[in-house]
C-alpha cells in the first residue's frame, strides 16, 4: 500500500512555495509520492486563470526530475465543475489499495465544512494539514477533533512556508518584473514564451 499525497489547487502558476511544501510533506515520510492535481474547472473560477493545459503544462515542468513528485490529470481531463469529492471517488475505484492522503492548509481546514460533501471527502482520505506559525494551535486542535469526531484521519506538518503566492507571481509577470526566483525557470521560460499574466486585469 502507498500512501499518495495529494496537492489540490488551480496552480496559476505553480511556484518555488508549492515544491517547498511538497518536499516537507514527502521528508516527514507521512506521504510516498506527492501527486500535483491542478484543476480543470474549479467551482469557485476567477479572472486570471490561465487556461488549464497551461497550468498543467507549468506543473509538468516544475516536477520533472523530482524525486517523489508527480502530476495527476484527474482534473485535468474531466468536464464540467469539478469536486474533490468526485475526484477522491474516482480515485479510490482506480487504486483501492493505497491510501490517499490530502494536503492542506490550517485556514482550509478551518473551512472544510463548505466543501461539497465533507462527511464524504473525510471518508475517502487522510488528510496533512500544513501548519503555519501564524495559526493558533488550540484553533487549529478544535478544527481537527471537530472533523476526528466525524471518523476524518487528520496529521500535522509544521512546515515553515515560503513567502510566495500565485497572486504575487502573477502581478510580478504583469508588471514585466523578474519572476525566476518565484517560480522553477523552466516555468518562468515558459510564461515568458506563452506571454502569460501580462494583462494586469486579469490579475
Known sequence: MSRIGLMGGSFNPVHLGHLHLAQAALDSGMTDCVLFLPSGNPPHKRAGLADKLDRLAMVELAVAGRQGMGVCREEIDREGVIYTVDTLTRLRAAHPEDRFVYLIGADTLHVLGSWRRADEVVRLCDFLVLAR?????????????????????????????????????????????????????AVAEYIRAHALYENPESN
Open 133 to 185: 506559525d501564524e495559526h493558533d494551535e488550540a484553533a487549529m486542535q478544535a478544527d481537527a477533533e471537530h472533523w476526528r469526531a466525524m471518523g476524518a484521519k487528520i496529521s500535522f506538518l509544521h512546515a515553515q512556508p515560503m513567502d510566495i503566492s500565485s497572486t504575487q507571481v502573477r502581478a510580478v509577470a504583469a508588471q514585466g518584473g523578474e519572476i525566476d526566483r518565484l517560480v522553477p525557470a
